[in-house]
């Protein structure tokens, strides 16, 4: 079984519009951590958030946050004001315990921001 | 302090040659992973490694084989390299083993076997 899913292989948003990217996650572990990391076309990885399995708050960096679910076992990652510079990858990922403390990607979805 | 650096960024190999791609953090850090990344598959991990002189298998790891000879280096070897290991290589490192922590990238290496 998948670990993390991205249903979502492309998105478009309008500039300055709010956009969801959606992930779901499947654990048995009670620890983990869960990651949003944005790859743009240049081909770096960049973290972009992280939330924790015991965080009670959803967790947020700038225009970024990130909508947990525990009990649906999702980690949606909501980009608030839209840039044209948010045009990229974005992959959900997870770090569990019990599989000794590795990551575990999504397929990603591409995210284009139209002007 | 460079974080996770790669060598080489780029590379062509013919079918059948050996590559040793090569990973160096500065950072100390215990664990080292590498991943490939091919389009529509995210990440997947191909081995990894909790300190220096240790190494284990990941998701993908037929037809490479690493060291952590040193805990600062953690080489990824391709002994008879095939098309199917056409990929885009990453080199990450969390400074600890906690699940609270995030991975530093290193710049990736785009590998293509003709």
């Known amino acids: 079984a998948q670990k993390i899913t991205q249903t979502q292989p492309g998105m478009f948003v309008q500039e300055k519009e709010a956009v969801t990217l959606d992930c779901t996650y499947d654990t048995s572990d009670q620890s983990y951590g869960l990651f949003w990391y944005k790859q743009p076309s240049s081909g770096e990885m960049i973290f972009l958030i992280y939330?924790?399995?015991?965080?009670?708050q959803n967790a947020t960096e700038g225009r970024y946050s990130l909508n947990f679910q525990k009990a649906r076992k999702s980690a949606n990652l909501v980009i608030s004001a839209s840039q044209l510079g948010d045009s990229a990858m974005y992959f959900c990922?997870?770090?569990?315990?019990?599989?000794?403390?590795?990551?575990?990607f999504g397929t990603g979805t591409s995210l284009t921001v139209i002007p | 302090n460079a974080g996770v650096t790669q060598t080489p960024k780029f590379r062509v190999l013919k079918t059948g040659q050996s590559m040793t791609l090569l990973c160096a953090q500065d950072m100390n850090h215990e664990y080292m992973y590498w991943y490939r990344q091919d389009p529509g598959m995210g990440l997947r991990l191909i081995h990894y490694?909790?300190?220096?002189?240790?190494?284990a298998k990941g998701e993908v790891p037929d037809g490479y084989n690493v060291s952590r000879l040193k805990k600062q280096n953690f080489l990824l070897g391709l002994e008879s390299a095939a098309p199917s290991q056409t990929s885009v290589y990453f080199c990450a490192s969390p400074p600890t083993s906690g699940s609270t922590d995030t991975q530093y990238f290193g710049p990736g290496t785009r590998l293509t076997v003709l």
């Open positions: 939330q924790g399995s015991y965080d009670e």
């Open positions: 490694s909790v300190g220096e002189g240790t190494t």
């Open positions: 990922a997870m770090r569990e315990s019990l599989t000794g403390n590795q990551f575990y």
